[in-house]
């Protein structure tokens, strides 16, 4: 069977037992528990009516359990023993890992990339959607910066490695330094400021996605409000810091934390860059390298980000609730 045609039965059968399932269990909750016929038909409905809806949500609920809460639990359970599964060693795992300074630096990476790039990366899409708005060529430009998040990580990576190359023919860099007579030299492995280079590329990616929803929130902004800081005689980074931008605030905040999440799954830009040297390694690329020892840490690291990456993802889904009211 084609790819096609197995994709069509899928969604045909898929449809057909969605329908089926809410059909029969309506008919169950209305014929059979709370049936019409008896006397207490008014209580009977009330009743069904109450539990309707966790009827519908339950298929989800199931599919969440299997696929989300179990992983987490079992993912838990297996960073309690060695990498063969045999052996429980208990915290073991998070101890040794703690206790490594691989750990500690690929802790610090993050710290570094979660306070840098969404900071960068918001504040120029903010910079960028108040300067385009003012510009008749604006939605081209806009339309420039937002075409790298059309490119994967790896693809973005491969094109900052002929930016960086250390050789001046090709590293726009090392041709710079090469015409005011400096030596070239590999970004990539200077310690420190290697981490800043490769943060660059996730900051150049994720301006485009600030910049378009900072910039709907900024044309949602009441005139009027606009217009009165004008006629008090307020200019224009007044109007701009005093007036636009604490009324965009929740929207900033949500772009700031949606970063933030990404930013602490990354992995492909790390790994395509440098493969976690140089002082380089993140939690992530960290990981990824216990995933092929005799260790059964990887499965802690995982637990790990989760457990970072859970708040800061909670935090911005309540922002976002607030920003739909």
């Not at 539990?51 to 199931?62: D, E, G, K, S, Y």
């Not at 073991?92 to 990366?121: D, K, S």
């Not at 708005?133 to 604006?138: A, K, N, S, V």
């Not at 050789?167 to 290697?194: C, K, M, S, T, Y």
Request: with cysteine.
């Amino acid at each position: 069977m084609s790819p096609i045609l197995t994709g069509l039965v899928t969604i045909a059968i898929a449809v057909a037992g969605c329908a089926g399932y809410f059909y029969a269990s309506n008919w169950v909750l209305d014929r059979v528990i709370f049936p019409p016929g008896t006397d207490d038909r008014g209580r009977n409905i009330a009743r069904a009516n109450l539990v309707r809806p966790w009827l519908f949500i339950l298929p989800a609920m199931l599919f969440l359990s299997v696929y989300l809460i179990y992983p987490v639990v079992g993912s838990f359970w297996r960073s309690l023993f060695n990498r063969s599964g045999v052996e429980f060693v208990g915290l073991g795992n998070y101890t040794e890992m703690f206790a490594e300074e691989g750990f500690r630096v690929a802790l610090f990476n993050n710290i570094l990339w979660v306070i840098f790039v969404p900071a960068a990366a918001t504040f120029f899409g903010l910079l960028v959607a108040q300067l385009t708005d003012r510009l008749r060529w604006g939605n081209l430009a806009k339309s420039m910066i937002f075409m790298p998040m059309a490119i994967s990580f790896v693809g973005a990576s491969l094109i900052w490695k002929f930016v960086y190359a250390n050789d001046p023919d090709i590293g726009i860099i090392n041709a710079l330094r090469d015409f005011v007579g400096l030596e070239p030299v590999d970004v990539l492995q200077v310690a420190f400021w290697n981490n800043f280079f490769i943060m660059f590329i996730m900051v150049w990616m994720q301006t485009g996605f600030a910049m378009v929803i900072l910039s709907a929130a900024l044309r949602g902004i009441p005139e009027e409000t606009i217009e009165a800081a004008i006629i008090d005689g307020a200019n224009p980074f007044q109007i701009f810091f005093k007036i636009k931008v604490p009324q965009i605030t929740g929207t900033i905040l949500v772009v700031w934390t949606t970063i933030t999440i990404l930013v602490l799954k990354v992995f492909d830009i790390v790994y395509a860059m440098t493969g976690g040297n140089f002082d380089t390694e993140i939690l992530p690329s960290y990981m990824m390298d216990y995933m092929f020892r005799d260790d059964g840490r990887a499965t802690a690291v995982a637990f790990v980000i989760m457990v970072i990456v859970t708040p800061v993802m909670v935090w911005n889904i309540v922002q976002a609730r607030r920003e739909m009211r």
